[in-house]
């Protein structure tokens, strides 16, 4: 079963705009990532957030986590096309293992 | 830091066969994943290892499915009997193992059983 769920689960938007995602999840967390995926290929790092953080930023990427609602967000701004894929939160539940959610499929129209 | 690699990237087989999966991780990382991802869902945990130990495996992992790591290096995944509920993208990635630490995935292998 996989812990994380991503809203909304498709998001299509024109470049230069922001692209907003949330993730919820529902045990307590060590740290929350955020990864990339592109059509038919294997995932890429974006960011870690740990459970004593609220906000990080990585280039355009900024990431929010609130422990008490449970949940993150995952903000790019001033999108390109190359940012069309899939977007997944994954949790480390204080073990060794890591659960992903469904992911946002995201579509930055040109 | 060539980075993860999977062998093959695609199979086709038979119901019933048995296959196998090998990944190299990046030569530095002790540790190992293994998930499985199906069309429009996010990677399952299937199993970890910490070098040659597998330290973890998911409940959900079928005794059919079997993972090494024999010398702490590259690891096989194997699947005896293939269902037609195997069919899906086999993921493995490791890690540093550092306490926060993010993992590098391989391309992945996409299993197709007949």
């Known amino acids: 079963s996989q812990q994380g769920e991503e809203d909304p689960q498709a998001l299509s938007i024109q470049e230069g705009e922001n692209a907003t995602m949330n993730c919820s999840y529902k045990?307590?967390?060590?740290?929350l990532q955020w990864y990339r995926q592109n059509s038919g290929r294997g995932l890429v790092h974006l960011i870690l957030?740990?459970?004593?953080?609220r906000e990080k930023h990585s280039g355009r990427l900024r990431v929010t986590l609130d422990t008490s609602k449970k949940s993150s967000s995952l903000l790019i701004t001033a999108s390109r096309a190359a940012d069309t894929a899939s977007y997944f939160c994954?949790?480390?539940?204080?073990?060794?293992?890591?659960?992903f959610g469904t992911g946002t499929s995201l579509t930055v129209i040109p | 830091d060539t980075g993860v690699s999977q062998d093959p990237r695609h199979k086709i087989t038979k119901r019933g066969q048995n296959v196998t999966f090998r990944c190299d991780p990046i030569?530095?990382?002790?540790?190992l994943y293994w998930y499985r991802q199906t069309l429009g869902q996010g990677p399952e945990f299937l199993t970890y290892?910490?070098?040659?130990?597998?330290?973890?495996k998911s409940r959900l992992l079928s005794d059919r499915f079997s993972a090494e790591r024999p010398k702490g290096s590259f690891s096989t995944l194997e699947i005896q009997r293939t269902e037609q509920g195997d069919s899906a993208m086999y993921l493995c990635?490791?890690?540093?193992?550092?306490?926060?630490?993010?993992?590098?995935f391989g391309p992945g292998t996409r299993l197709t059983v007949t």
């Open positions: 994954a949790t480390d539940a204080f073990g060794n293992q890591f659960y």
């Open positions: 290892f910490q070098n040659e130990a597998q330290l973890e």
């Open positions: 045990t307590s967390i060590n740290n």
């Open positions: 957030i740990r459970s004593n953080e």
């Open positions: 990635a490791s890690s540093p193992g550092l306490i926060f630490y993010e993992q590098y």
């Open positions: 030569s530095e990382h002790n540790r």
